[in-house]
């Protein structure tokens, strides 16, 4: 088999089946006619080291077959690049940013700076890997089956939110005073979109274990971080996420799908409203059930002011944190947050104006 014969073989391997046999045969007469030409002109045949330089003018196998492949030639299309980008810069913005909090919390209870370093890096290096490759290839999907994205209805001034892309230094004084003599600015509904969309998919990448922020996951390795689990040590851990696993799984899918749906619909913002309602009123209901019904009730919940003074007061003995009262504090702090959305979401439904 000759040079020529060769490198159409490997041609049409990667070519579609139905149209092989006739791009094989156009390429073939391309191919002679440009060698007969240098023949012609050489006035001799060609050696293999000149045949094989003509067909390196023609191109690899790989980038002459893909012109005939049809479909997108591209991982994330330009229509959705910028969008991906920008995502992208987000999402592991909020994970690093985590990863950095777990650090300075870990250094600071456990005193192993070294060990609590070590788990950032290795927190980080994965939520880069994670969440470009699950961005790229929602866009790869988005592209390949031509899903039709609104990213079109937009407003000047929801547009403040592309500022979570300034990661250059330059100019950041006067951007600074700018800032500062600036007046009360509106809050960005496009923005909080892209937050919702970063925010969802890091807390269910983590929630279903994908992502790991070195958190402790039983009582020894609480001791070991400098937390003293209290009462908490006796739960079973893994049969109280199983518990809530769907739930909370249910609740990051609704932040993404709230994100998009605010990215798609910017000026909805009775829709906004009627999720922030249905998203308190949720968050409510799973504090009043984890406070009175749950497997850790008896251990967080207190009945008066007096023993939640008493306590906080037990916070920390010097030499560890008490876990009890942080958790006690989460949940009063995630029923307030709960109160104030469905308040908010409330207001949104019946005075949509103001909030445009």
């Known amino acids: 088999m000759n040079l020529v014969d060769e490198y159409l073989r490997l041609v049409g391997l990667l070519l579609p089946g139905e149209q092989r046999d006739d791009i094989v045969a156009e390429l073939k007469d391309t191919i002679l006619t440009q060698i007969e030409g ?54 592991v913005g909020i994970g690093l940013a985590t990863s950095a909090l777990v650090f300075v919390i870990s250094a600071l209870v456990g005193g192993n700076v070294g060990a609590a370093l070590g788990r950032a890096i290795n927190s980080g290096v994965n939520t880069l890997i994670t969440v470009i490759g699950c961005a790229t290839i929602a866009a790869w999907l988005l592209d390949y089956f031509g899903v ?63 992502l790991n922020f070195g958190v402790a996951r039983n009582a020894g390795e609480l001791r070991t971080a400098g937390l003293d689990p209290g009462a908490l040590a006796a739960v079973d851990w893994a049969a109280f996420k199983a518990m809530l696993f769907w739930p909370v799984l249910a609740y990051g899918a609704a932040i993404i799908a709230s994100g998009a749906l605010i990215l798609a619909r910017p000026r909805a913002v009775p829709l906004l409203g009627a999720y922030e309602v249905a998203s308190g009123a949720a968050t409510v209901a799973m504090m009043a059930w984890i406070w009175t019904l749950s497997p850790i009730a008896a251990a967080v919940r207190v009945d008066t002011a007096a023993q939640f003074i008493t306590r906080m007061e037990s916070f920390s003995d010097g030499r560890s944190l008490a876990l009890v009262p942080m958790v006690t504090c989460t949940v009063l702090g995630l029923t307030l947050g709960g109160v104030v959305s469905l308040v908010r979401g409330l207001a949104r439904m019946a005075f949509p104006e103001p909030w445009r």
Request: aromatic share 12%; no cysteine; hydrophobic share 45%.
């Open 148 to 210: 039709a994205v609104r990213l079109n209805q937009w407003r000047v001034r929801d547009l403040r939110y592309l500022s979570l892309a300034f990661f250059n230094l330059d100019g950041l004084g006067d951007r600074a005073k700018r800032v500062a003599g600036a007046p009360p600015r509106v809050r960005a509904t496009a923005g909080r979109g892209i937050g919702m969309i970063a925010y969802g998919s890091i807390f269910l990448l983590w929630w279903i274990g994908v």
């Open 38 to 91: 240098r023949e012609a002109e050489l006035g001799r045949l060609l050696t293999d080291d000149e045949t094989e330089a003509s067909l390196r003018e023609l191109g690899h196998p790989l980038v002459v077959a893909a012109r005939y492949r049809p479909g997108p030639q591209y991982v994330v299309g330009p229509a959705l690049y910028p969008y991906w980008v920008f995502g992208v810069k987000v999402a």
